[in-house]
């Protein structure tokens, strides 16, 4: 039963992350390492997600950095083993970090500058503010997210907690 479900769990998650936009054999050697409780090395890998070698080591390397998969080294052997963050808040914010920097960032600094040229260029009123007001909207949720990840953890666990709370407190 237990490997019936360790394998529906891969593969849904592989399934999941093609509408994430991460490769589906990422996310199935994440999965695959996630509910491992040892660390496997590319061999061990391919051999239980029948992906090529050349594959795993590609998508080992995505992982390590996203910075969720860690090297791992044993005393005598030569070969590496991997292993998945084990904690979910570290591994879900390592994601939304790396995500973050490698999607928001440069659409927040792209929509800095077309606002800038907009607003001293020959642009018309409403593209200029339809581009402000997407900015901010990004920006916000920016600065809420690196206001939220600097807090400690039992903080962070919280604040996400209160999304019922801070409902009746805007509606009443």
């Known amino acids: 039963m237990s490997d019936q479900i360790n394998t529906r769990f891969i593969l849904h998650w592989g399934e ?3 509408r994430w936009g991460i490769n589906r054999s990422v996310a199935q050697i994440h ?3 996630f509910l491992s409780e040892e660390p496997l090395n590319a061999e061990q890998i391919s051999d239980a997600l029948g992906l090529a070698r050349s594959n795993v080591s590609t998508s080992l ?3 390590q950095a996203f910075g969720i998969v860690r090297v791992i080294h044993r005393i005598g052997d030569r070969r ?3 292993e998945s963050e084990k904690d979910v808040w570290a591994m879900v914010r390592a994601i939304i970090e790396h995500r973050k920097r490698r999607e928001v960032d440069p659409t927040l600094e792209m929509l800095r500058e077309c606002v ?3 607003e001293s260029g020959d642009i018309d009123a409403y593209t200029v503010s339809r581009m402000k007001e997407l ?3 990004m920006e916000s949720m920016a600065r809420l997210f690196d ?3 600097t807090l ?3 903080a962070q666990k919280k604040v996400l907690k209160m999304g019922n709370k801070i409902r009746k407190l805007t509606t009443s």
Request: glycine letters at 0%; aromatic letters at 8%.
């Open 135 to 137: 900015h901010e909207l």
């Open 147 to 149: 206001q939220v990840s």
């Open 16 to 18: 999941m992350s093609s």
């Open 31 to 33: 999965a695959l390492l």
């Open 80 to 82: 590496d083993y991997f």
């Open 152 to 154: 400690p953890l039992p």
């Open 61 to 63: 390397r995505e992982l």
């Open 116 to 118: 800038t040229e907009a």
